[in-house]
């Protein structure tokens, strides 16, 4: 299946006039440490501009004032002081429970106990999940079980460490090894590339959207957020196929602008131009 323009019409229904905040899907976001604030930043902006009505990031205090400047639009939940421990566990599952759809693993880093937090959280929660980046390591190193309505969301050396297994640049090929995935972690595989392959184990898409200037930090990042949004609205690989066509929309746009200077926070500012033309 070759992912095209008319995934946006299933996914973007006509809103009711009364409609109100929050009938469009409230995002968790846990990430961010003292090293990394703009990871869980990106996922926060991206879901709001693909439709989110409110998104809040979990994250440590140390990052609140950047995350903060950033837009006045996040809401940031302050959680020990550098890193997120084992302490913060219950707090986050309680957090889960009062969204609709969480993001985790931008910018956490990969120590024990943050890889501990991430599968405890995932383990408390039923909700529909982004599992990306740093939470991939986690998921990984215990080859943890998870549920239909997650999303796993690797790049080609993120996949080796889930599978074992290094995707070549022939889709067709990957697209074997994405199928195989997704069975194993029974759960939606978005692997990230210049033909992003998504499967949920029986389903194959392919998005062709995208641009080679998209290889800057943070186009991952707002993925993942963008994935976050969908999944308050739709099923996960319905939502990995939508946000895979958004995200690389929306940074081929970016990059007829600014090509070799092209940032994740230029993309952002593109998924609203993408969603208006659908």
Same mark, same amino acid.
């Given at each position: 299946m070759q992912i095209t323009k008319s995934i946006l019409k299933k996914?973007?229904? =006509?809103? %009711?006039?009364?409609?109100?905040?929050?009938?469009? &899907?409230?995002?968790?976001?846990?990430?961010?440490?003292?090293f990394y604030s703009g990871s869980p930043s990106f996922n926060a902006l991206a879901a709001y501009r693909a439709g989110a009505d409110l998104v809040?990031? %979990? &994250?440590?205090? $140390?990052?609140?004032? =950047?995350? *903060?400047?950033?837009?006045?639009?996040?809401?940031?939940?302050?959680? #020990? /002081?550098?890193?997120?421990?084992?302490n913060c566990v219950d707090m986050l599952a309680d957090m889960a429970e009062n969204s609709d759809a969480l993001v985790i693993g931008c910018g956490l880093t990969r120590g024990d106990e943050l890889r501990e937090v991430v599968r405890e959280v995932i383990k408390h929660t039923d909700k529909p999940c982004v599992i990306d980046?740093? %939470?991939?390591? %986690?998921?990984? #190193? *215990?080859?943890?079980?998870? *549920? #239909?309505? $997650?999303?796993? /969301? =690797?790049?080609?050396?993120?996949?080796?460490?889930?599978?074992? #297994?290094? =995707?070549?640049?022939?889709?067709?090929? *990957?697209?074997?090894?994405?199928?195989?995935?997704?069975?194993?972690?029974?759960?939606?595989?978005?692997?990230?590339?210049?033909?992003?392959?998504?499967?949920?184990?029986?389903?194959v898409a392919i998005n062709s959207t995208g641009s080679p200037y998209m290889t800057k930090g943070g186009l991952g990042d707002t993925l993942a957020g963008i994935c976050g949004a969908l999944l308050c609205r739709t099923d996960s690989f319905t939502a990995a196929c939508a946000s895979a066509y958004i995200n690389g929309a929306a940074g081929a746009l970016a990059a007829k602008k600014y090509g !070799?200077?092209?940032?994740?926070?230029?993309?952002?500012? !593109?998924?609203?131009?993408?969603?208006?033309?659908?």
């Open positions: 996914v973007y229904a =006509p809103r %009711a006039k009364w409609c109100k905040k929050g009938d469009f &899907g409230k995002v968790l976001v846990i990430g961010g440490s003292k809040t990031i %979990a &994250g440590p205090a $140390c990052i609140a004032d =950047p995350v *903060r400047s950033y837009a006045p639009d996040i809401i940031f939940f302050p959680c #020990e /002081t550098n890193f997120l421990s084992i980046a740093d %939470a991939i390591h %986690a998921v990984a #190193e *215990r080859k943890t079980k998870l *549920r #239909e309505n $997650c999303i796993l /969301t =690797p790049h080609a050396k993120e996949f080796f460490v889930l599978t074992g #297994e290094n =995707p070549t640049d022939n889709t067709a090929s *990957r697209a074997k090894l994405v199928k195989k995935a997704a069975q194993k972690y029974n759960c939606t595989v978005l692997l990230k590339g210049h033909d992003d392959v998504i499967s949920d184990g029986q389903q !070799e200077g092209t940032m994740a926070s230029d993309l952002i500012k !593109e998924i609203p131009v993408v969603l208006i033309n659908k």
